[in-house]
RNA sequence: GCGACUAUAGUUUAGUGGUAAAACUCGGGUUUGUGGAACCCGUAUCGAGAGUUCGAUUCUCUCUAGUCGCCCCA
């Protein structure tokens, strides 16, 4: 039990944010480029429950991720419940349901908070909110191509200018291919050449090239030329020709040959590009910071065709990415693209002279209100200085104070405080008057939380 | 799960083996129908517990929290 003498921490429960009204506003921002871009490719919205039940991540995730990186409790009915550590598994789960009564190919989105029990470090949190894009029932480049040029566009959204990223690609179907047939691997050998290419950028070259040797013998000098080919066609030309490679071939040709006709040319084919090893099964890509102080992968996603065979359900090909709130809100504060113009918390600042006008204030105000201005009521009787100080305090635009005089004049005075100037008006003329400047002002960004 | 570093007012930081200083912020005032300034006042059991000591915010230990790495990365 709690020490009742002991007084609450006011800190936020480990590895998780609050989000003051100044930080929502920009956590608003990065939702509406991401939800108006999707929008924009006619993505649908959709949501779910946190909650999902354990078994959900136990086939596809491996059981260290369940059993360590999750949270995950037994509810009063003894069911084994877990916080979502990623929305593939939902969104799979959703469609598998619905298979039979939706029209294919299906484009969806959504901005879940995911969750993962980690010791939260620089850029991983053990609460971050994602956008998932996924599209699904479309076999063909197409599909990758859509997906890209979606992960592009946010990119653009963003005002982040195409010099300071690239778009890496690459197929795990060739990669699978060379770990699996050229390489003789399989299982957990496989899966361990896997991760050591993924991190070879982070490693020395000769740590990485003795790791290889240990991993592979004698068959490492076939994978380091194939690492180190200079660029697609050079890779290529060590391959043998296979009618199963050369048809992915054929497909990142496709699809680079599909980005450069959108005007997508900070896109380059990279061998050592895997994405984990999971469900991937064919195109994968991945966002690359080239900022020369931090280059990083920001996000990245593939295709992934197996995604329903959990529910025992026919495949539907699926194409989609996933992008977290908290790397990109880094991104944007280092290229210094965060919106300077946070949104005022309302229109106007109204208050009465003193108690005896306090009705007529509140009847004022949700006339206003119905007009469609955003109105805040001052209930104090203190002065007026007080008034238009803390009405500017609160950054409102606007202040009007009711009192003697408007109430026997009919004119109300409607006092803008970045100019410094009154405006006397009639009780029906003021919802026109601050729509008006409402309007003028659109470019602060309408996003409040 | 492992390791390193850090913890002083709301925030950012100074400082000392004899219970603390500044800036900004916030609240109040100087000003009873018009703000942004200036000035004044207020706000800290120095993260928690124990030990050493005449005396600990300062030294030691434990815990907790934070930051950064490793592992892992959906």
Not at 409 to 419: A, E, F, R, T
Request: aromatic share 10%.
């Amino acid at each position: 039990m709690t020490d009742p003498k002991k007084k609450l921490s006011t800190e936020a429960y480990k590895g998780v944010r609050d989000f003051y009204p100044a930080d929502c506003a920009i956590e608003q921002y990065i939702f509406g480029v991401w939800k108006e871009t999707c929008k924009k490719f006619g993505y649908e919205e959709y949501m779910a429950s946190i909650l999902e039940p354990a078994d959900l991540y136990r086939g596809k995730t491996s059981e260290e991720i369940v059993n360590e990186q999750t949270y995950t409790f037994t509810d009063r009915g003894d069911r084994e419940v877990t916080l979502r550590p990623e929305m593939t598994p939902t969104v799979a789960r959703l469609i598998a349901g619905k298979r039979k009564t939706l029209f294919f190919p299906v484009r969806w989105f959504s901005t879940p908070n995911l969750f993962r029990y980690e010791r939260p470090q620089r850029g991983r949190l053990r609460e971050h909110y994602q956008l998932n894009a996924d599209i699904f029932g479309l076999p063909g480049i197409e599909a990758e191509t859509e997906i890209i040029s979606l992960a592009y566009e946010i990119m653009r959204g963003f005002g982040i200018k195409d010099s300071n990223f690239e778009i890496r690609i690459n197929s795990r179907k060739v990669m699978n291919y060379i770990i699996g047939t050229l390489l003789g691997q399989s299982g957990e050998q496989a899966r361990k050449t896997a991760q050591l290419i993924d991190r070879r950028s982070k490693m020395e070259k000769e740590v990485f090239e003795k790791a290889l040797s240990e991993l592979l013998g004698e068959k490492d000098a076939l994978l380091l030329t194939l690492l180190n080919s200079k660029n697609f066609e050079e890779f290529v030309s060590h391959l043998p020709e296979e009618k199963e490679l050369s048809e992915s071939f054929a497909e990142i040709k496709a699809l680079l040959g599909a980005l450069n006709a959108l005007g997508i040319t900070n896109i380059v084919f990279d061998q050592t590009l895997m994405r984990g090893f999971d469900y991937y099964t064919g195109i994968v890509f991945e966002v690359f910071d080239k900022n020369p102080a931090n280059p990083r992968s920001l996000f990245g996603g593939g295709r992934y065709d197996d995604l329903l065979d959990m529910f025992a359900v026919e495949k539907v090909p699926t194409v989609g990415f996933g992008m977290g709130d908290v790397t990109i809100r880094d991104v944007l504060e280092t290229y210094d693209l965060l919106p300077k113009n946070l949104p005022t918390a309302a229109d106007l600042y109204l208050s009465a002279m003193d108690k005896e006008w306090t009705g007529y204030v509140n009847d004022l105000a949700q006339s206003l209100r119905r007009a469609g201005v955003r109105v805040v009521v001052d209930y104090s009787e203190g002065k007026v200085g007080t008034k238009v100080k803390n009405a500017d305090r609160a950054k409102i635009p606007f202040v009007a104070i009711i009192g003697e005089q408007e109430k026997t004049s009919g004119q109300i005075k409607v006092k803008n405080l970045s100019l410094g100037k009154e405006t006397a008006l009639a009780e029906d003329k003021i919802a026109e008057f601050l729509i008006k400047y409402q309007s003028a002002n659109e470019d602060q960004s309408t996003n409040t939380c």
